[in-house]
Each structure stands twice: as C-alpha cells, then as structure tokens.
C-alpha cells in the first residue's frame, strides 16, 4: 500500500516533465531551423570557458621592457594622422600613424578625427581620449605635441594620401621624401604596408599607443564605470552585428527576416547587389555573413552558455531581429536600458562606441559575431589585462556546418568541438603585431 502511494504521485510529476520538455523542444523548432525532430538537449555540462587553454597571447617582452631606441635629438618634421570612420577605424588608424611617425623619425600632431556624416558622429580626439595622458605615456617612444611652433602652425599640411596604395607600399621611400621638403604633412595610413617590416622600435611605439597611452576621457570613464557598475555579475559582453548596412555591405541573403527588416536591408543595399547561386554558397561558406541573433543564440547554446546568463549587448543602433537572441537568453541589457535618457541622447557614435569598448574590455567574457576593428581591439586589450575568456563565434563554421545538414544536437556537437578547439589553441584572442605566444 505504502509503496502504491508512493508510485502513483512520482509517476505523475514524471509525465508532467515529459510533457514539458515535449512541449519546449516543439517550441524550439518553430523559432529555428537548427532544431529537427529527434533533437534532445545537448550538454557538456562545463560551459566553452572550461575548456583547458594551451596557448595564450600576451604583450611581447621587446616592447613592455622599454622603448629600445633612444629618440634622435632632431625631428624630421611634424606628421598629422588623419582618421576616418568610427572610433575603432581611426584608433586603428592613430595606431598604425604613430608607428609611421617613429619609423620616419616625426614629431607627432595630435590626431585630427574626420566628422563622419555615416556615423552619425561629430567627436574630435581630445572628445573621447585623455590627451595629456596619451602624451605622458607616449614619452620616450615618440614626441608628440598639442601645437605646432608659429612659423608652422599657419599653414596646412601638405596631405599624403597613403589609403590607396596598393603592393608592398614603403613609407621611408614614399612618405620621407615628402616629409623633408614641406616639414609638415598629413596622413591616412595604409592597409598594405606591413607592419612586420617596422623596425622593433617603431612597432613598440605603435603597441605603447594602442594599447597603454589611450585612455578615455573622465566623462566617459566615469560613464563607463556608471554601466558597468549597472550590470549584474558576473556578465558576458556579446558584441552582435546584424545592423541594415552590415548585411547590405556583406551582400548575403537571409530567409524568414521581419518585413521591417527586409526593407531596411533594401533601403541600405544601393548598389551592392546579393550573390545568387553558386557565388552565394561559395560566398557564404568563405563566412562573409554576419550570424544572425537566432544563430548566435543557437552558437551560445551549443557552447553550453546558460540561458540565465547576463549578457551586456554591444551594438550599435538599429540592430535588426533581436527577438532572436532575447527571446532565448532573457537577461540582455543595453547601453539605453541602463542610461539615463538624457545621457544616452547627448551621445554620438563614437562615444556611445567607446562605452562598449570600456565595458567589453572590463567584462568576465567577451563573444562577437565578427571579426571588425573593435573586436581586435578588444581581444587585444583584454589579453594585455589578462582576461582570457575571449573568444569569435565562427560564422564559417556555422555555414560549412548547416551547408552539410547538420541540425540538432549533431550541429550543436560540432560547434563546441570547432569552437572549444580554437578558444584551446587562443586563436583570435590578439593580434600578433604586438603580442607574442606562451604556450601554457
């Protein structure tokens, strides 16, 4: 009798669980694709964060030990670097200007922060970085100064446009010349030249800038210690690009996306048209296209992220489909959630960019669906802190998976061993021009 009453109540709570997991797996498969029928919950039971890491990215030895080369007593001249798009463009862009000016023995002009009507922003350098900061930290690597002496500081520079160059483009045989003759001279660095050729000492300029002598301004610190001190810990930064111009620019098409969407990747499109056919599989395979927040909410589960975890987005404005993500994982917050209205509206692009990058380099961990400027320096940034739970959501995993027809649990397994392999090996982590490998 005892063991009937017993049997009876247990059997029941059992095929009420059932009955819910029925019912969540069902629901699931109607909001991805991902999920099929014979899915059942997939579990390593440690998150990506425990997997056992046997390389790690950190500041090489040759720039944190000093500055290798004393600075010659006479300057070649004054070099202005003019930076163009959003902040983490013309950081990279002040990154790479500075390291010029050392190889080219130039004092360097504060940096001039070209207004971009595109990103909606206005900002000069002094707006976001700490200027004084930025010079004392700069002492001995290179000379920098707010003005240029009066017999200068009437003119403009002549301007080297260096942004198009293309091959193995050399500064010292095309910029010096230039320099020599009119003492003052503006530049847009370029892409092409390789910094693995700097000498050592105008690479260890470069690392100082980029990575030790930017400092926000005080505003934005204490703004930025005002976000982070609004999320609940521990957190997650997830950096998701799926805005209308991101999509547009990537030329990929996406089925089953809200109308309003649609149209706001039509509207941003002009003339890139999408690839079609074979091109759009090769294109998409190559992992040209951005991952949805469906996607990424499916790549974080696979990576056995818990669906309770808090996640800071790091996004700009307009992200697209974001019910995806936070319909899935229900504790997100943003930049004008946590705010004050008033704070959030006097903001333009770039210092509403520089939050995001102050908390995702102070975060417990940091996921990005892309591999942009920002999400390099961050990584960076963050291996020179010692934060090591970085890491990139491959969106060519993603694809060459769902291209062979794995779903499920078969696609979720096949993520945590592409990703858990990459995050072991600290692919992504940093970049090599600055920091160097150590094997654990």
Same mark, same amino acid.
């Given at each position: 009798m005892i063991a009937s #009453?017993?049997?009876?109540?247990? $059997? !029941?709570?059992?095929?009420?669980? @059932?009955?819910?997991?029925?019912?969540?797996?069902? %629901? &699931?498969?109607?909001?991805?694709?991902?999920?099929?029928?014979?899915?059942?919950?997939?579990?390593?039971?440690?998150?990506?964060?425990?997997?056992?890491?046997?390389?790690?990215?950190?500041?090489?030895?040759?720039?944190?030990?000093?500055?290798?080369?004393?600075?010659?007593?006479?300057?070649?001249?004054?070099?202005? #670097?003019?930076?163009?798009?959003? $902040? !983490?463009?013309?950081?990279?862009? @002040?990154?790479?200007?500075?390291?010029?000016?050392? %190889? &080219?023995?130039?004092?360097?002009?504060?940096?001039?922060?070209?207004?971009?009507?595109?990103?909606?922003?206005?900002?000069?350098?002094?707006?976001?970085?700490d200027v004084d900061y930025f010079i004392g930290k700069m002492n001995g690597f290179i000379k920098v100064v707010k003005e240029l002496p009066p017999e200068i500081a009437s003119k403009e520079p002549v301007h080297v446009d260096c942004s198009k160059r293309k091959g193995q483009f050399d500064y010292i045989e095309s910029i010096l010349p230039s320099l020599l003759e009119h003492h003052y001279i503006s530049i847009t660095p370029a892409m092409s030249q390789r910094r693995d050729r700097y000498p050592r000492y105008a690479k260890a300029a470069l690392c100082q800038a980029c990575y030790s002598a930017l400092r926000l301004t005080k505003f934005l610190e204490d703004k930025g210690s005002e976000l982070l001190q609004a999320i609940p810990k521990?957190?997650?930064?997830?950096?998701?690009?799926?805005?209308?111009?991101?999509?547009?620019?990537?030329?990929?098409?996406?089925?089953?996306?809200?109308?309003?969407?649609?149209?706001?990747?039509?509207?941003?499109r002009g003339d890139r048209k999408p690839w079609t056919g074979e091109a759009a599989r090769v294109w998409r395979g190559r992992g040209k296209c951005p991952l949805t927040p469906n996607e990424t909410a499916f790549i974080l589960q696979s990576l056995s992220i818990p669906l309770d975890t808090n996640i800071y987005l790091a996004a700009g404005d307009g992200l697209m489909e974001v019910e995806g993500l936070t319909s899935v994982y229900t504790n997100v917050f943003t930049k004008s959630s946590l705010l004050t209205n008033h704070d959030f509206k006097s903001m333009h692009g770039n210092t509403k960019a520089a939050l995001d990058y102050h908390v995702s380099i102070n975060s417990d961990s940091y996921m990005a669906t892309y591999f942009g400027n920002m999400d390099k320096m961050v990584a960076a940034m963050r291996a020179y802190k010692g934060l090591f739970?970085?890491?990139?959501?491959?969106?060519?995993?993603?694809?060459?998976?769902?291209?062979?027809?794995?779903?499920?649990?078969?696609l979720m397994g096949a993520l945590w061993k592409a990703h858990s392999d990459e995050f072991a090996m600290g692919i992504g982590s940093a970049l090599p021009d600055c920091f160097c490998e150590f094997r654990l």
């Open positions: #009453v017993i049997k009876k109540p247990y $059997l !029941n709570t059992y095929a009420v669980a @059932l009955l819910l997991l029925l019912s969540l797996i069902y %629901l &699931l498969s109607l909001s991805s694709p991902y999920f099929d029928s014979s899915f059942n919950s997939f579990s390593t039971g440690n998150s990506i964060w425990s997997v056992k890491r046997f390389i790690e990215w950190r500041p090489c030895d040759w720039w944190i030990r000093g500055h290798l080369n004393a600075l010659p007593e006479e300057s070649n001249g004054y070099i202005r #670097v003019d930076c163009y798009g959003g $902040l !983490n463009q013309m950081r990279r862009d @002040l990154c790479d200007g500075v390291g010029i000016a050392r %190889l &080219l023995n130039a004092t360097l002009v504060l940096p001039k922060f070209e207004v971009a009507a595109y990103w909606n922003e206005s900002s000069g350098f002094a707006d976001v970085f521990p957190f997650l930064s997830l950096h998701l690009r799926f805005e209308p111009d991101m999509v547009a620019y990537s030329q990929c098409e996406y089925q089953g996306l809200s109308l309003a969407s649609m149209q706001s990747i039509d509207a941003a739970k970085t890491l990139f959501l491959s969106r060519r995993h993603f694809a060459d998976f769902t291209s062979k027809g794995l779903k499920g649990k078969e």
